[in-house]
């Protein structure tokens, strides 16, 4: 593959309670670990907040690409990525739970673009195979 664009940012400081940015500078957050996961909570976002933000965003453009491509008209669409953490083996393993509201069309073609657009993502073509995501389709 050939990228056409390459995002890049950096993490210092303590990891999970450090600091992550972009290299233009557009993205800049300081880290905190959730209380859920036994740290301090706080302010700061966590690498599971910035997933979900990106995997959502990233599979809405590509279910307005299909319905586009089907024209099938979507007003008031959203995706909610809903991304968990949890032990796993030695280690620790990701679920994400996607969340798709499609207003004012037919359960059978919201479904069928919805999976349509499982197939085009970017980010459900990394994780294929890897983590378990599950699609919800909402009224």
Excluded: W
Aim: charged letters at 20%; aromatic letters at 4%; a negative charge.
């Amino acid at each position: 593959m050939n990228p056409l664009y390459t995002a890049k940012a950096t993490s210092t400081g303590k990891g999970r309670l450090g600091h992550v940015a972009s290299s233009d500078g557009v993205l800049e957050h300081d880290l905190s670990i959730p209380k859920e996961m036994g740290g301090p909570g706080g302010d700061g976002t966590n690498p599971e907040q910035l997933f979900a933000a990106g995997y959502a965003a990233c599979f809405h453009s590509a279910l307005q690409a299909v319905a586009g491509r089907d024209k099938v008209r979507t007003r008031d669409s959203s995706v909610t990525a809903e991304v968990g953490i949890g032990k796993e083996g030695e280690g620790f393993g990701l679920t994400v739970e996607l969340v798709v509201s499609l207003p004012g069309v037919e359960e059978d073609v919201a479904t069928k673009l919805v999976e349509a657009a499982h197939q085009m993502c970017p980010y459900s073509n990394a994780t294929r195979g890897n983590i378990h995501v599950g699609l919800r389709v909402v009224a």
